[in-house]
């Protein structure tokens, strides 16, 4: 899967209808709205087109030229928000920032001449605004956005996974179950108990699990000092 923003131009209907989508693996679109300028990075917003926001990605096509179109996935995106603020951008918008894979080394020196070149970088963009013609509509699409985001959690490395003790899946927890009575870690799974959301195809969906510790030495204690107030009771009455 590409990472960052890229060209799209894939378009149905002999390059003049809606985006083509995955439809094989399952890619859906979500909503459609038209008249959305796009400003990508800080270069002044395009002519209008019209915006696709799919089960796992933002597409964006011009209305007026057929070859240029922008997309995006979700998995992608690190952070989506309603900008109503003036200062921080003329328009309101749904302001996004894009991951790319030149974000982990950093670049030894800025290029100029890319930056003042017609030829857009497009692996350097890091920010990009979706402007609709009606404010109105900024809500519905944050609300869009965030609905198909939770569709595509970030993967858990194997080593995240190993370097975070404390949490377990299902079948790790069964597995500790089955190990004999010597393990003295006893879980219990509270479906009450979430953290987060997400649509039950990643681990991070699983129930919240509620660490009981159960220590011998404390039912033995708990004994003993009965034991001992009995004791001092008898030679009291004696």
């Known amino acids: 899967m590409a990472v960052g923003l890229r060209h799209f131009t894939a378009r149905a209907g002999n390059g003049s ?25 800080d270069r002044a917003p395009e002519s209008p087109g019209t915006l696709y926001i799919t089960t796992r990605q933002v597409i964006w096509l011009s209305e007026l030229d057929r070859e240029k179109g922008y997309a995006v996935y979700f998995l992608s995106l690190s952070l989506h928000a309603v900008s109503r603020d003036p200062e921080a951008y003329p328009s309101p918008c ?36 979706f402007i609709p013609s009606d404010a109105n509509q900024l809500d519905t699409l944050f609300q869009v956005f965030c609905e198909c985001a939770e569709l595509n959690p970030e993967p858990i490395e194997e080593g995240e996974e190993e370097g975070h003790n404390w949490i377990f899946s299902a079948d790790q927890l069964e597995d500790e179950a089955g190990a004999g009575d010597d393990v003295e870690w006893h879980f219990s799974q509270n479906p009450t108990n979430t953290i987060g ?26 004994e003993m000092e009965q034991d001992s107030d009995t004791g001092h009771h008898h030679q009291s009455q004696q």
């Open 17 to 41: 209808g809606e985006p083509i989508l995955d439809t094989d693996n399952g890619e859906e679109l979500v909503h459609v709205q038209p008249s959305v300028s796009v400003a990508v990075g």
């Open 94 to 129: 749904i302001y996004t920032q894009i991951e790319t894979e030149a974000d982990e080394v950093e670049d030894e020196s800025e290029d100029s001449d890319s930056e003042c070149s017609e030829v857009l970088d497009l692996s350097k963009i890091r920010e990009m605004r």
């Open 197 to 222: 959301h997400s649509n039950g195809h990643h681990d991070l969906a699983s129930s919240v699990l509620e660490l009981q510790i159960n220590d011998q030495r404390f039912d033995d204690a708990e």
